[in-house]
């Protein structure tokens, strides 16, 4: 009984590390997450005051051309008045001419800034996206995690329960004077007589006589006797130990099976009659 406590309290200690391991990797992952979302919402704030930046260059850059055109027009008219007028303006609108021209300069200056801005902030866009798709992978893997956790306790629960009714039964039962229980065994399941031989395959009477003969085996040990794969070897031994030809014991995995003594008497009925 104090084995058992004991198992049962470091399996219970087990499963809390998995769960506090688990929710420590999900509250990682959604800090990455936040993290990301919030460098990618200040990338969109940063290329917004770009954009309107560059807007209120053009549009003063706008205005300034139209004052100097509206200038330039004036000079026009008054060059139509006199030749001396003319030369003058002349004058002025090569200097406005020559005006414009760092302005024009520093306008390629600032769309090639801004080219060169907005291909960076998509170039950055696009890392947030695929940083936040692995951070969205990451999340479903931790969430199939909790999904095998959930799984693997059911489980726990499951054998728990049966290793304590198990405990409860020996218990109840006087074990006998002349025999100390060495092992914990599942209950025995009746032999479906009605059954018998006649619904056996080639192979299960094949491992049927080879635990008469040599005593009891694993799943793993018959399955390098009889060539098969594991998962059927496994289905072969659960079914001969559901039916009631064999008997299994529970105390460690892999478990070990062995016949029946009276299926072992009905097998040696079978041979002395074969002969």
């Given at each position: 009984m104090g084995i058992l406590i004991a198992v049962t309290a470091v399996a219970a200690y087990q499963y809390y590390k998995h769960i506090r391991r688990a929710q420590h990797e999900y509250e990682k992952a959604n800090n990455e997450y936040e993290k990301a979302n919030n460098e990618y919402e200040k990338a969109s704030q940063e290329y917004e005051k770009?954009?309107?930046?560059l807007e209120d260059i053009v549009m003063s850059f706008d205005r300034e051309l139209k004052r100097e055109s509206a200038k330039f027009d004036?000079?026009?008219?008054k060059v139509e008045g006199s030749y001396t007028t003319a030369d003058v303006s002349y004058r002025k609108a090569e200097t406005i001419e020559r005006k414009i021209e760092p302005i024009e300069t520093q306008l390629d200056?600032?769309?090639?800034?801004?080219?060169?801005?907005s291909q960076e902030i998509t170039e950055n866009?696009?890392?947030n996206i695929q940083y936040n798709s692995n951070v969205l992978s990451g999340l479903s893997g931790l969430e199939v995690k909790l999904k095998n956790i959930d799984a693997t306790q059911e489980t726990l629960k499951t054998k728990i329960t049966d290793?304590?009714?198990?405990?409860?039964k020996i218990v109840n039962t006087p074990p006998p004077q002349s025999q100390v229980i060495a092992e914990v065994m599942l209950p025995p399941i009746p032999i479906k007589r009605d059954k018998a031989l006649a619904t056996l395959t080639d192979t299960e009477i094949q491992v049927l006589e080879m635990l008469s003969k040599e005593g009891s085996k694993t799943a793993p040990e018959i399955k390098e006797r009889i060539h098969l794969s594991r998962e059927h070897t496994a289905r072969l031994m659960k079914k001969l130990y559901e039916e009631?030809?064999?008997?299994?014991?529970?105390?460690?995995?892999?478990?070990?099976?062995?016949?029946?003594?009276?299926?072992?008497?009905?097998?040696?009925k079978v041979e002395n009659s074969a002969v």
């Open positions: 770009a954009k309107d930046f004036t000079m026009v008219s200056v600032l769309v090639q800034s801004y080219q060169a801005m866009q696009t890392e290793l304590e009714e198990q405990i409860k009631g030809y064999l008997e299994r014991e529970a105390g460690k995995l892999p478990f070990r099976y062995s016949i029946k003594k009276e299926m072992e008497a009905l097998l040696q």
